[in-house]
C-alpha cells in the first residue's frame, strides 16, 4: 500500500512591503504567527498591529482593571521583540467582541490609516479543526476583518471615515488567516523562531496563570511543536502556516 501524498503548501506571496495584523487579544499572534512577522521585519517590510482589546478578562485572578493595562504593556513588549513598534487597541470588550458593522468599521478604518498590501488576522472559524470550540472573539474579529478588507476600499460604506480624513484603500491584495485548519501557504520559521519564543515569554503573567509548567520550556515545546508539524508540509523546514484569501 502506498503511502497518503501530504499536500504541500505554497510559499506566501513577498511581493508587498506593509502588513497589518488585526487579532481579538494580546497573544493570539505570539501563538500563531510571530515566528514570521519575524522574518518579515529583518527583511524590511513594516508591520503593524491592531488589537480589538486589551486582552482585560483572559486572567481570572486578576480585576480587569488591572488586567488590561498589564497585557497591554505585555503586547507591546512582545511585538517589539518581533520588531513591531506600532500597536493600537480598538478598546471593544474582552469576552464579549460583538460581529457587525462597529467593529468592521473599526477595522476598515485602520485598515485605511495603514494602507496595508497585506491584512493577517485568526482563525475566523468555530472550530479549530473540528475539535475544539473557537472563542466568539476570534470568530467575530477574524470575519470582520475578511469583511473590512473590502469595506476599507468602498467610499459608500463607512462614508464618515473619508469625512474623518480616512480616504478609502483598495490596496489590500492578501488576507492571510494564522491558525486555520485549511492552511494554502507557509513561512519558514527558521530565522524568526528564537524571537518568536522570546515573544511570546513576554506575556508571563497570562502563561503563568495558564500553566504550571517553566514558562520558557512551555512557550519553547508548544512554538516549536507548531513549526515543525506544519514544516511536514514546507519541506521539512519549521514552518508558520496561513490560509490565504486573495482579493
Excluded at 38 to 55: I, P
Excluded at 86 to 92: G, I, K, P
Aim: net charge negative.
Amino acid at each position: 500500500m502506498t503511502e497518503p501524498t501530504i499536500s504541500q503548501l505554497q510559499p506566501m506571496p513577498d511581493d508587498w512591503q506593509r502588513a497589518l495584523a488585526v487579532v481579538a487579544h494580546p497573544d493570539d499572534l505570539e501563538y500563531g504567527c510571530a515566528a514570521a512577522i519575524a522574518a518579515w521585519t529583518d527583511a524590511g517590510r513594516e508591520v503593524s498591529y491592531v488589537l480589538a482589546t486589551r486582552g482585560e478578562a483572559g486572567i481570572d485572578t486578576l480585576d480587569p482593571a488591572r488586567c488590561g493595562p498589564l497585557r497591554e504593556r505585555e503586547q507591546r513588549a512582545s511585538a517589539a521583540v518581533v520588531g513591531v513598534s506600532e500597536v493600537a487597541f480598538l478598546d471593544h470588550a474582552d469576552g464579549v467582541i460583538e460581529y457587525g458593522p462597529a467593529l468592521r468599521r473599526d477595522i476598515a478604518a485602520a485598515i485605511r490609516r495603514h494602507r496595508p498590501e497585506l491584512v493577517i488576522t485568526l482563525n475566523h472559524r468555530y472550530t479549530w479543526g473540528g475539535t475544539a470550540w473557537n472563542t466568539p472573539d476570534h470568530v467575530a474579529v477574524g470575519r470582520a476583518t475578511l469583511d473590512a478588507a473590502g469595506d476599507a476600499g468602498n467610499r459608500w460604506i463607512f462614508p464618515e471615515l473619508t469625512e474623518q480624513g480616512l480616504q478609502p484603500w483598495d490596496g489590500v491584495r492578501w488576507v492571510a488567516v494564522a491558525g486555520s485548519a485549511s492552511p494554502t501557504h507557509a513561512v519558514d520559521a527558521t530565522p524568526g523562531l528564537e524571537r518568536a519564543v522570546r515573544s511570546l515569554l513576554e506575556h508571563r503573567t497570562y502563561i503563568e496563570a495558564l500553566t504550571d509548567e517553566d514558562p520558557e520550556t512551555y512557550a519553547r515545546t508548544l512554538l516549536t511543536g507548531f513549526a515543525e508539524e506544519t514544516g511536514k508540509r514546507f519541506g521539512n523546514r519549521p514552518a508558520v502556516a496561513f490560509e490565504v484569501f486573495p482579493r
